[in-house]
């Protein structure tokens, strides 16, 4: 596993927890912790962290004590949760960790407020239920073994609390889900020198030929201290550099002379088609010798828009997307095993999509680690809190901060959506605040990544925006066609009152419309229900009777789109089953309701 993960990242066997910053020495804390609720809150006034106390079950973690596979399948209401586990000998070993270098210990994701001890000492806390977090266990490895202790608080009724599709009612209703609580992705332990790159971003510039990285180490460097980076693919060299380094943070500029070679030019380009990666090798260096050392690997690619086009590394390209939960029934939103991230990306590829639209969720970094290398375009949306006020402001801003500074290395993602159908702001286009919250939300992810087009509130009530989208469930596809044959038709839907009865876009006086300078695309359509052998009540935009229904209803809606001259692109709801949301391509378990090749051949407009 080390192998694959260090010396050709870009071909590693999906099981390391950050797959664009490795190292061989890690060890998963996956596995059997014990587990208590803590329905009363009195967990911190009784000392539930200091070491040694007994639980009264055992948990398998990443699994949330909602699913069935964490082995409890509580779905009640529990604000607060507790974890502890032993790091015995064997991890501390398995981790290559030794004196003299630091211990660390990461958390992929915690719903939604954590604390942890080690030893009854705290060592950090961390608010955001769909963001890594990373503390120190030096001190404690020190003395041998030691006890991990966590805390989750994660109130089901906090609606200014980022939440996505986790319902707060006691029981799943119409589109919302069972709840995730506290630990849903992997935990894992971490050897690193004293000095060590805590953080790496890629972003290349295919115009100027260069790519860029953006390193940061966890303290400033002494004097002295370099850093190399060697580029190559396909295992043969593209680039080496050397460069001092005497800042935590540092931008290291890269030539590429492969990328202003015209002939060698299109090689090297990431595409859905062509998922062409480059690995990375960095070490620090410091007068005492070779220090930390991590590998990494990115795409060669841009996203732009251009008027009515969204453009692939300067190509126009349609968006053939479909719509991502990414919820499993026996584990929620934690995937049920590594290799399912695999499966779930291979899949939206089998069925003819480009793209995935991943729905109120962070998905886990392994999922976009496969959409980089089997080529899947990819829209990251922010999950939704769903009351507007000044804390909802300051945690959803903190939070997607922290998912772009995650995840904007990645060539798949090509799209960011901080805001979806007004939820939480859903008086946008009266209150000026709110109206406000979305422009800065818009503004805030250029700030941290001008290199991707920005959806400011996808389907309706758009402020600025780099794409106009639609959420439009006309299942009748004459009518559906007529509002999207041509430009005139188009600017006739998406003007005023849109589909849904919301008004389409929010501009300021004199400001110029959107359809004017960005691509139109159905981000929502069909949401057809086909579930002859469900065992609660249904729910869905429209219902087929038998599966010759659902392939005529399919054809319609599909076919009714791709005869527009003007669309950018569409998006469909959706690929999975969820719940009594039994309106997927696939079911829960992601058999498809028609065969692969004909839903591919609808998809694509083949037939």
């Not at 943070?249 to 998922?275: A, D, M």
């Not at 990666?277 to 990494?296: E, F, I, K, N």
């Not at 006309?474 to 430009?487: G, H």
């Not at 498809?592 to 407009?605: F, H, Q, S």
Request: aromatic share 8%; with cysteine.
């Amino acid at each position: 596993m080390a192998e694959d993960v260090f010396s050709r990242p870009s071909r590693q066997d999906g099981t390391y927890p950050r797959p664009q910053l490795t190292r061989p020495a890690w060890h998963s804390l996956d596995g059997a912790w014990g587990f208590e609720y803590d329905d009363a809150d009195t967990g911190l006034t009784e000392c539930w962290s200091a070491p040694g106390r007994s639980t009264s079950q055992t948990i398998t973690v990443p699994y949330p004590p909602e699913s069935a596979l964490s082995g409890i399948g509580d779905t009640g209401h529990h604000p607060v949760v507790w974890y502890r586990r032993d790091i015995t000998e064997e991890d501390l070993a398995a981790a290559a960790w030794k004196e003299g270098e630091r211990l660390l210990i990461h958390f992929g994701a915690v719903d939604y407020r954590a604390s942890v001890w080690a030893d009854g000492h705290l060592l950090g806390t961390h608010e955001g239920g769909h963001t890594p977090f990373t503390l120190d266990a030096t001190a404690a490895a020190k003395h041998g073994p030691f006890e991990i202790v966590v805390r989750a608080e994660d109130d089901p009724g906090d609606l200014e609390q980022p939440r996505g599709k986790q319902d707060w009612l006691a029981d799943p209703h119409v589109i919302w889900y069972h709840r995730t609580t506290g630990i849903w992705q992997t935990v894992w332990l971490e050897t690193v020198p004293t000095l060590h790159v805590t953080h790496l971003a890629w972003e290349t510039n295919l115009a100027a030929g260069t790519v860029s990285a953006d390193i940061e180490v966890n303290r400033r460097p002494p004097v002295g201290v370099e850093i190399d980076i060697v580029l190559s693919f396909e295992s043969a060299a593209l680039a080496r550099i050397s460069t001092s380094v005497s800042e935590p943070r540092s931008r290291v500029v890269i030539p590429l002379p492969s990328l202003t070679n015209g002939q060698g030019y299109e090689t090297l380009l990431w595409t859905p088609e062509h998922p062409r990666l480059v690995d990375a090798h960095l070490t620090v260096r410091t007068p005492a010798g070779a220090g930390d050392t991590v590998a990494s690997y990115f795409g060669m690619r841009s996203v732009a828009v251009d008027g009515a086009r969204f453009l692939l590394n300067d190509r126009p390209t349609p968006i053939v997307a479909v719509l991502e939960q990414g919820y499993w029934p026996q584990s929620h939103l934690a995937a049920p095993h590594a290799a399912a991230l695999r499966e779930e990306v291979q899949l939206i590829k089998d069925l003819g999509f480009t793209t995935a639209r991943v729905h109120q969720k962070i998905e886990d970094p392994r999922f976009l680690y496969w959409a980089d290398r089997l080529g899947l375009m990819v829209w990251e949306e922010l999950p939704s809190a769903y009351r507007f006020s000044t804390t909802s402001v300051s945690r959803l801003s903190r939070e997607w901060t922290e998912a772009i500074a995650r995840d904007r290395s990645h060539p798949s993602v090509v799209a960011w959506v901080p805001v979806n159908e007004s939820w939480g702001v859903q008086q946008v286009a009266h209150d000026p605040r709110q109206r406000d919250f979305v422009r800065a939300l818009f503004h805030l992810t250029r700030a941290l990544d001008s290199t991707r087009p920005v959806i400011s509130n996808d389907g309706w009530e758009h402020t600025d925006s780099s794409l106009l989208t639609v959420h439009d469930y006309e299942n009748d596809p004459e009518i559906l066609s007529a509002s999207y044959r041509d430009a005139d038709a188009v600017t006739a839907t998406i003007t005023g009152i849109g589909p849904a009865g919301r008004r389409m876009t929010l501009l300021a006086e004199g400001e110029a419309p959107l359809l004017s300078s960005a691509p139109v695309v159905v981000s929502e359509f069909g949401g057809v229900t086909y579930a002859p052998d469900a065992e609660i009540d249904t729910w869905g935009y429209a219902v087929a009777e038998s599966s010759d229904d659902f392939e005529r209803r399919l054809r319609g809606v599909f076919g009714a789109l791709q005869a527009s001259k003007v669309l950018g692109g569409y998006c469909y709801t959706q690929l999975t089953d969820t719940l009594q949301e039994a309106n997927g391509l696939v079911d829960e378990n992601r058999v498809p309701k028609l065969p692969t090749e004909m839903i591919r051949a609808i998809v694509r407009g083949e037939s």
